[in-house]
């Protein structure tokens, strides 16, 4: 038992910590564009934010009783996703290094009759290619769920998921409509993005690839193209929460307002049972520099947290020196980054930037961590959450897009660092383009500093054992339809 318990910790942290364990799912974005919003009032001038185009002006272009019927109404495509990934860990031969081949399928139908109306499905189908079926029920894998970094146990393999399945229409050609499970994210940052309140899980900040499911909710959007603003406002159903009646539903909205080359975004979150959230971020150009920063705020905290005993069991060894409870005061998260571009040819770029975030939940002794992952084994529970244990965090980045004549290659060399119990991780991902539809992608990423932090994260603790990780490695192919 304690050596099958050590196996699946060991798991945990190659496919629950490891940056590369949850790679994207197809984007709405990458498939067929970004929703269309109000363009901008401010004229568009680097390094000022993104503009964005209005759904209003794309579909008032001409006024029609009936909108005209496409000759192609319906789309289809998908996505396949082959991986293999492994870690070399302190004092262990390479033939026992752990080794996973976590394949991904997604399939969309995409049905836009008119100008007015459109209903998109994409469903995924999740296969480890290291793993036999016969082994499907046996608790020593953990599920690849896209970066949530929470080590659920997966029981099935291969594993059916839902992404997103939702009909958008219009009202009057004056306020858009969204219904059904979907993906919205709120904030600017890179790495980390506590305001992203409609996704139930983080995202991994260094994945190519976001493979989180979508959420289902409806949402209705506001545009006021005159002078650039936008405003949402949700409904939404968390399948974290208890479901089957009306107080499972929760409700937000949103406001992106315009201000010269500065763009602000107020947001909250409310739901029965859990306390409210508000975000705030900013982002804007400042001389060469887009800068950034987003902040939430909220009571307590829905992962369950860990503190020292007053009064430990000794019987129950490091289990009995902690407790559970929940903060009665304010959990602020707060990121703030820059990012510089430089052009250094007519056809050639590069990127740099930086970004830092704070975590008042976050914990500051790394000798809590083992008992975290325990208590998360042993009750289901997130209490492990990768990138957002620590109390303060700091990462770099290197974006090399299409070097020279390289243009269908792209370097991202990537730092991030826990300082609170000082351990980090540097990984350089490659990928390249290879006959137009099939892409190679291949990342090295080096573990470094305390022993025992989160990203060394090697233990001894009752018996158990788990070597300290040293290199990822892992390489994958991707075709896209």
């Given amino acids: 038992m304690k050596a099958l318990a050590a196996r699946t910790l060991a798991a945990a942290l190659l496919l629950g910590a490891g940056p590369a364990a949850a790679q994207d799912r197809p ?11 109000a363009p901008k009032k401010a004229p568009p001038a680097p390094p000022a934010p993104a503009q964005r185009q209005s759904e209003a002006a794309v579909l008032s272009g001409e006024a029609a ?5 496409k000759k192609d109404p319906l789309q289809i495509g998908g996505l396949l996703y082959l991986r293999a990934l492994t870690e070399w860990q302190d004092g262990v031969p390479p033939a026992a290094w752990p080794l996973s081949a976590p394949a991904l399928v997604d399939g ?25 079926r016969s082994d499907a029920s046996t608790p020593s894998q953990i599920a690849d769920l896209g970066g949530t970094g929470t080590a659920f146990l997966q029981t099935q393999n291969p594993r059916m998921l839902l992404d997103q399945l939702w009909i958008r229409f219009d ?13 919205v994210k709120w904030g600017v940052g890179r790495f980390w993005n506590p305001t992203d309140f409609l996704h139930p899980a983080p995202k991994d900040p260094l994945a190519l690839f976001d493979a989180r499911t979508g959420l289902t909710m409806v949402k209705l959007h506001l545009p006021w193209e005159k002078q650039g603003w936008n405003f949402y406002g949700v409904g939404y159903f968390d399948d974290t929460q208890p479901a089957g009646t009306l107080g499972s539903l ?29 975000g705030v971020d900013l982002s804007a150009g400042i001389w060469e520099l887009d800068v950034h920063a987003e902040a939430a705020l909220r009571r307590g905290s829905d992962a369950p947290l860990l503190r020292p005993l007053a009064s430990p069991d000794p019987a129950q060894g490091i289990l009995g020196e902690y407790e559970t409870y929940q903060p009665t005061g304010f959990a602020p998260q707060a990121v703030a980054g820059v990012t510089w571009s430089w052009k250094y040819s007519d056809e050639d770029s590069l990127m ?38 620590g109390r303060h965090y700091a990462g770099v980045f ?17 730092t991030i660092g826990n300082l609170s119990d000082r351990s980090y991780l540097t990984r350089l991902d490659y990928t390249v383009l290879l006959l137009t539809y099939l892409q190679l992608e291949a990342y090295a ?37």
């Fill in 65 to 69: 009783e009936s909108p005209a019927l």
């Fill in 171 to 183: 009202v009057g050609r004056t306020a858009f409509v969204t219904a059904g499970k979907q993906h």
């Fill in 27 to 37: 984007s709405e974005a990458d498939i067929f564009g970004q929703e269309p919003e």
């Fill in 108 to 132: 969309y139908l995409d049905a836009r009759p008119n100008d007015r109306v459109r209903g998109f499905l994409l469903a995924r189908l999740q296969y480890d290619l290291a793993r036999s």
């Fill in 352 to 389: 740099l930037g930086a970004e830092y975030f704070y975590n008042r939940n976050g914990y500051q002794d790394p000798r809590v961590y083992p008992v975290l992952l325990y208590r998360q084994f042993a009750e289901g529970r997130p209490y492990f959450t990768p990138f957002y244990l």
């Fill in 445 to 481: 990423a080096v573990r470094y500093g305390t022993l025992g932090g989160e990203f060394r994260m090697g233990f001894d603790v009752q018996g158990l054992h788990v070597p300290a990780p040293v290199l990822d490695l892992g390489v994958a192919l991707r075709v896209s339809l």
């Fill in 398 to 414: 290197l974006h090399f897009p299409k070097p020279g004549s390289w243009n269908d290659t792209t370097f991202i060399l990537s």
């Fill in 250 to 278: 929760g409700g937000g909205a949103r406001a992106e307002v315009v201000l010269g080359t500065a763009e602000l975004g107020l947001d909250a979150v409310a739901q029965k049972g859990r306390d409210a959230r508000f």
